[in-house]
């Protein structure tokens, strides 16, 4: 997995999440503070910004720039968030040198899961992002596992993202503004899963 992989990942999250702004800004209008997909849009916007002008020359710099960009220039919970996944990612691969390996991107992924969960102080089952992610983690490690290819690997975990984003609707949100709403927070698709499926599916795509 080359510099060159990842930057075209975030292009095509970027693309995704634009595609879809106001479907997620509808979901977190139902649940939340309806800013969601036009907050998501512009940091992700921000982040092709700050990637095409100053080229990253590795897969950790990458992530790192996309990290710090969004933590800087998104509102709400959701730059906080998805730049703290970016960020530890990037820091979990500093220092390597050459494309990253399956193994190593799937280790890297679970410590940027692991940083969201502690930041946002959300574990599965709580109707939020974590939702989405730590199941599309786990679809990874398993892939590792089982010697998959990368493109196996990230098609499972992007509909491991896909299912757990879906799951999410049945649940009583136990986090965020969402968790005020108690019993009518039930029956709604949570925004941040939502998104998450949509950056898991343009890794998928661009691996593919």
Request: hydrophobic share 50%.
């Amino acid at each position: 997995m080359e510099t060159d992989l990842f930057v075209a990942w975030l292009e095509e999250a970027a693309r995704l999440v634009r595609a879809d702004r106001d479907r997620l800004t509808e979901l977190d209008a139902a649940i939340g503070d309806a800013d969601h997909g036009t907050n998501l849009d512009r940091g992700l916007t921000e982040v092709c910004k700050a990637l095409a002008g100053a080229p990253p020359d590795s897969p950790a710099r990458v992530l790192a720039t996309a990290g710090a960009t969004l933590i800087r220039r998104v509102g709400g919970a959701s730059g906080p968030l998805y730049g703290s996944v970016f960020r530890q990612m990037g820091k979990a691969l500093e220092g390597q040198s050459g494309p990253v390996t399956l193994a190593g991107f799937a280790g890297a992924f679970e410590e940027g899961v692991v940083a969201v969960e502690r930041l946002g102080k959300a574990a599965l089952g709580d109707k939020t992002m974590v939702d989405a992610l730590a199941p599309a983690s786990r679809a990874l490690a398993l892939a590792v596992r089982d010697g998959a290819g990368v493109r196996q690997a990230v098609e499972q975990a992007a509909r491991a993202a896909e299912e757990g984003a879906e799951a999410t609707i049945p649940m009583q949100a136990r986090k965020g503004r969402a968790s005020y709403l108690g019993e009518r927070s039930i029956g709604h698709e949570d925004p941040g899963a939502a998104s998450a499926a949509l950056i898991m599916a343009a890794l998928a795509a661009v691996v593919a």
